[in-house]
């Protein structure tokens, strides 16, 4: 079992940044790909970016060149730096696992708040 806890989330105006962080334990030797997803109020949950052990990276289009994963396996935790962020980026964020044999793990969210 895996168990994830992000924090960092928050309210910030438009054009600020913010850093999510989602430390894992338990079975953390287990996790290959980590990542983030959000899911704003009607909408679907959305990949924004992942992270595999070795430190291959993959984002959404729209947080290309704004947002920036990062993964400190000693720490067993990923990051998330938020930086030009836009209302159309308030959302709640999710952190999730996935382990060698594609177990899912999934974090509780912190809430992501850009006003205008």
């Known amino acids: 079992q895996v168990q994830l806890v992000e924090s960092g989330g928050g309210l910030v105006q438009a054009g600020g940044s913010l850093r999510l962080s989602c430390a894992a334990s338990g079975s953390t030797f287990s996790i290959n790909v980590m990542g983030w997803y959000r899911q704003a109020p009607g909408k679907q949950r959305e990949l924004v970016a992942g992270i595999t052990r070795g430190g291959i990276t993959n984002y959404v289009d729209s947080v290309k060149g704004r947002f920036t994963i990062s993964r400190d396996n000693a720490k067993n935790t990923v990051y998330l730096q938020m930086n030009s962020l836009k209302p159309e980026d308030t959302a709640v964020y999710y952190c999730?696992?996935?382990?060698?044999?594609?177990?899912?793990?999934w974090g509780q969210g912190t809430q992501v708040t850009v006003s205008s």
């Open positions: 999730r696992a996935n382990s060698y044999k594609s177990i899912e793990y």
